[in-house]
């Protein structure tokens, strides 16, 4: 592969991010990667392997984003740096949390978080490295752990100067303190993490976050007008991209919940038929809560034989996640 090629690449690159499509954004960066790989340039293989894994996991390829996060943590390059071996298990650790796959990804957030500390690195670096590992502890049920690395978070985000950055970090505090028992802190750091992050500057995350903060608001019981409020904007934000199959479930899945919640079970289950996620060919850990949530939906509807055949589908996958994991 000569020079020139990466060139071209680049420029290619270039145009996608700016006609707006994520997910072909990954791919070309990850062709950019390849061709610096060939031509012998670790440093640059490695960057654009960032900007796709990035990519990927903002638009719900979590697989690819996995796999490429794979690739920059086995990196020549990481090899003489700490700084950019912790980035790369920060994104580990967010694509393998996205994949259900929880204790590897407390594990990979632990490390990213340790060698980032211990290297000094930018506190924009080490807030993304503390927020992974925050939301993976979270999800794998270790919220007095979780809660430990509350204030120093808190205090990496008040140095931030980047108010998108910062946002993100605001969201993750948010998402600490609903799963934690503080729904009234959470709704307060989700309003302040509203007020930073933007869709102008980044409509997939703009969808991410608004769905986020309606899943977590309905984790918590509550699902009123703020919880539609953050739907609707979710849908909308979607309306504007082609999201990934795990982000379009994950959707329908939310909108589904809190009809549920507000006693409109029956439109619940027709968004989840129309959904099609009974035929959906995604890996068996992403479906575990779509049917779940379908099983509650029939019993409510009194139908408890179907619902019973919904629950069993659930834990079937459930514990073929588990077996996936080990």
């Not at 329908?252 to 038929?273: D, K, M, N, P």
């Amino acid at each position: 592969m000569v020079p020139h090629s990466t060139v071209h690449l680049e420029a290619l690159l270039k145009r996608i991010q700016e006609s707006g499509d994520i997910l072909a954004s990954g791919h070309a960066a990850l062709r950019c990667a390849d061709a610096h790989a060939a031509s012998g340039s670790a440093a640059r293989e490695w960057h654009f392997l960032r900007v796709a894994c990035e990519a990927l996991v903002l638009c719900g390829a979590f697989t690819a984003a996995l796999s490429t996060s794979a690739r920059m943590v086995a990196s020549a390059y990481t090899e003489a740096d700490d700084v950019a071996l912790g980035r790369s298990l920060t994104l580990q650790a967010v694509a393998l949390r996205c994949k259900r796959h929880f204790e590897p990804a407390t594990e990979a957030g632990r490390r990213a978080v340790q060698l980032l500390d211990n290297a000094g690195a930018h506190p924009e670096y080490q807030a993304e490295a503390v927020q992974a590992l925050i939301s993976a502890l979270a999800d794998a049920g270790a919220m007095s752990e979780a809660w430990q690395y509350h204030a120093r978070l808190a205090a990496l985000l008040d140095g931030l100067l980047d108010e998108n950055k910062a946002g993100k970090g605001f969201w993750t505090l948010g998402n600490l303190a609903f799963l934690a028992g503080h729904g009234e802190t959470g709704a307060a750091y989700h309003a302040r993490a509203g007020a930073l992050l933007s869709p102008a500057n980044d409509v997939h995350q703009w969808a991410r976050f608004n769905k986020s903060s309606a899943d977590l608001q309905l984790q918590a019981g509550i699902a009123n007008q703020q919880t539609q409020d953050c739907i609707e904007r979710a849908v909308l934000a979607y309306r504007s991209f082609e999201p990934g199959p795990s982000a379009r479930l994950g959707l329908t899945v939310t909108y589904a919940r809190w009809l549920h919640a507000v006693g409109r079970s029956g439109e619940a289950l027709a968004t989840l038929e129309d959904g099609a996620v009974a035929n959906s060919t995604l890996e068996p850990a992403e479906l575990v809560p779509a049917y779940s949530l379908w099983a509650d939906v029939l019993e409510s509807l009194h139908r408890p034989q179907e619902a019973e055949h919904f629950r069993n589908r659930a834990l079937q996958y459930e514990l073929i996640s588990r077996e996936e994991e080990h």
